[in-house]
C-alpha cells in the first residue's frame, strides 16, 4: 500500500491518491483511489504523475472523483491507458442531494471484466456525503 501526496499550489486544496494490492478471489487486484482537483491543468498533471507509477500488466481498479464528467480530458487520459467504464450506464453521481452528474469514476483494466454496476441511491447515503457511491461487481477475465 502506498499514499501520494500530489503536487499544489495555494489557494486549492491539496490532493492525492492512495494505492493497495488486494487479493480478490484468488486474484491480485492494484486498487487506486484517487480524487483529482477542480482546476482541469491541475487534473492533467496529478493523473500524469499516477499513471507514471502504475502497472500494465496486472489487473487494477482506479476509482473516486474525477470532478469532471466523462467525455473529458481526464477520462480521455484513463481510458486511453486501456482502462473501461466499468459503471458508463449507473446513473449520475453529484450532487448526492439530487444527482445530475456523473463524476466519480470506476474503471478497470488488465484482467477485469464487470459483471454489474449501479449508483447507491439510497437516503443513508444522501446524507453521507455530497457524492453518491457507486457499486461495481467485478470478475477475473478480460471484456468480450
Same mark, same amino acid.
Given at each position: 500500500a502506498a499514499a501520494y501526496r500530489l503536487p499544489w499550489e495555494l489557494p486549492r486544496t491539496r490532493r $492525492?491518491? +492512495?494505492t493497495a494490492r488486494v487479493l480478490a478471489g484468488g486474484e491480485k &487486484?492494484? &486498487?487506486v %483511489? %484517487?480524487?483529482l482537483g477542480l482546476d482541469a491543468g491541475e487534473r492533467e498533471r496529478h493523473l500524469r504523475l499516477l499513471l507514471d507509477r502504475l502497472p500494465r500488466t496486472e489487473p487494477l &481498479? &482506479?476509482?473516486g472523483d474525477v470532478n469532471e464528467v466523462p467525455d473529458q480530458p481526464s477520462w480521455r487520459t484513463l481510458l486511453a491507458q486501456g482502462l473501461t467504464d466499468a459503471a458508463a450506464h449507473a446513473g449520475p453521481t453529484f450532487p448526492a +442531494?439530487?444527482?445530475a452528474q456523473r463524476i466519480d469514476a470506476v474503471l478497470v483494466?488488465? $484482467?477485469l471484466r464487470v459483471t454489474a454496476a449501479r449508483v447507491?441511491? %439510497?437516503p443513508a447515503a444522501r446524507v453521507a456525503s455530497d457524492h453518491l457511491p457507486v457499486v461495481v461487481d467485478l470478475a477475473a477475465g478480460e471484456e468480450r
Open positions: $492525492g491518491a +492512495s &487486484v492494484r &486498487v %483511489v %484517487v480524487h &481498479v &482506479v476509482l +442531494s439530487a444527482p483494466g488488465y $484482467g447507491l441511491d %439510497v
